[in-house]
């Protein structure tokens, strides 16, 4: 079956940077565009990243756009999310995410805090 498993989430100060890794297993996974969301307490969870199948396409919505990069190693069934210039706002909890056969697929989320 389909697993997602984040990690790299913590603590960190305003202004540091944070790697997300998000290890995908129970489908072809070069096969598949992956996502990133976040949900910040108190509000609905929303996307930020969007990396293609080989990584070479990539979107971010607005307010991460110069801060976050996407990547991934289809060698490694994994996705990173590089986030740097960290913000309070950007303190939520991280997915990732994928749709296979029509069912989107989360993971458990890593925790996210920016605070000094």
């Known amino acids: 079956q389909v697993q997602l498993v984040e990690s790299g989430g913590g603590l960190v100060q305003p202004g540091g940077s944070l790697r997300l890794s998000c290890a995908a297993s129970g489908f072809i996974f070069s096969r598949y565009a992956m996502s990133w969301y976040r949900q910040a307490p108190g509000k609905e969870r929303e996307l930020v990243a969007v990396i293609g199948r080989f990584g070479g396409y990539t979107n971010y919505a607005d307010s991460v756009k110069g801060r976050f990069t996407g990547s991934r190693d289809n060698a490694k069934n994994t996705v990173y999310l590089q986030i740097n210039s960290l913000k309070p706002e950007d303190t939520a909890v991280y997915y990732c995410?994928?749709?296979?056969?029509?069912?989107?697929?989360w993971g458990q989320g890593t925790q996210v805090t920016v605070s000094s």
């Open positions: 995410n994928v749709e296979y056969r029509g069912v989107l697929y």
